[in-house]
């Protein structure tokens, strides 16, 4: 079965710490791997988009990393601002030109002055 | 360009009336998504078109959903009638190329936040 695994489902940390959020999928066969930041009341926005030979993609003070072997992807991101506080998203979408995105169900990050 | 627009960006209604959503994708992109977010099961995609053409609409969850794409730049999203389980945000999103596509990015709209009472 197709599945999006992220943890933790919730993370508080304060202002200027660095966090790592996971994903885990079983999804075959695999295109790419997305990670998207959702604002609350608002649209999910992608922050990096990886394929299956990247290992790595940075997006500011985002970071991203694949493990195409395991099935494992991390989000890292440092040095967190209040702006960071968002759901996270991690979306993995299988081979072929489909419109099938399969998501998560989200890390949602607050960041604490 | 503005982005993917949706409107209204809130809809309360009662339960057995007709809701329209109105989308307008980004110009230029031929994959156009509607996906519905709650709470208890997250993102889900109810159907995509690819050129006008809807392609997969296995997302609808019953016949009193119907979506439709009458040109490029638009598409709708009808529930007729409503009911108070439809109440969630509904977003609509456009891309250039499919999902399994490399590197395409989805780009999604402030989405319609529905209560249906």
């Known amino acids: 079965k197709n599945q999006v695994e992220q943890s933790p489902q919730s993370l508080i940390i304060l202002e200027g710490k660095n966090c790592t959020l996971q994903?885990?999928?079983?999804?075959?066969?695999?295109?790419?791997l997305r990670w998207y930041k959702q604002d609350t009341g608002r649209g999910p926005v992608s922050l990096t988009i990886?394929?299956?030979?990247?290992n790595t993609k940075s997006n500011g003070r985002y970071t991203a990393t694949l493990d195409a072997d395991t099935k494992q992807s991390s989000l890292h991101i440092t040095a967190s601002q209040l702006s960071d506080s968002a759901s996270y998203i991690c979306v993995v979408s299988r081979s072929g030109n489909t419109g099938k995105l399969i998501f998560g169900q989200g890390t949602t990050l607050q960041v604490k002055p | 360009d503005a982005g993917v627009i949706q409107s209204p960006r809130h809809e309360v209604t009662e339960m057995g009336q007709e809701v329209t959503l109105r989308c307008k994708p980004i110009?230029?992109?031929?994959?156009l998504f509607w996906y519905r977010q709650t709470m208890m099961r997250g993102l889900e995609l109810l159907i995509y078109?690819?050129?006008?053409?809807?392609?997969?609409d296995s997302g609808m969850p019953e016949d009193r959903f119907s979506a439709k794409m009458p040109n490029a730049s638009f598409s709708t999203l009808k529930i007729q009638p409503s009911e108070p389980r439809d109440s969630a945000v509904y977003f609509c999103a456009s891309s250039l190329g499919g999902a399994g596509a490399q590197n395409t990015e989805a780009f999604f709209g402030q989405g319609t936040r529905l209560t249906v009472v």
């Open positions: 990886m394929t299956f030979s990247e």
């Open positions: 110009s230029g992109h031929d994959y």
């Open positions: 994903c885990n999928y079983t999804v075959s066969p695999f295109s790419n």
């Open positions: 078109f690819n050129n006008n053409v809807p392609i997969d």
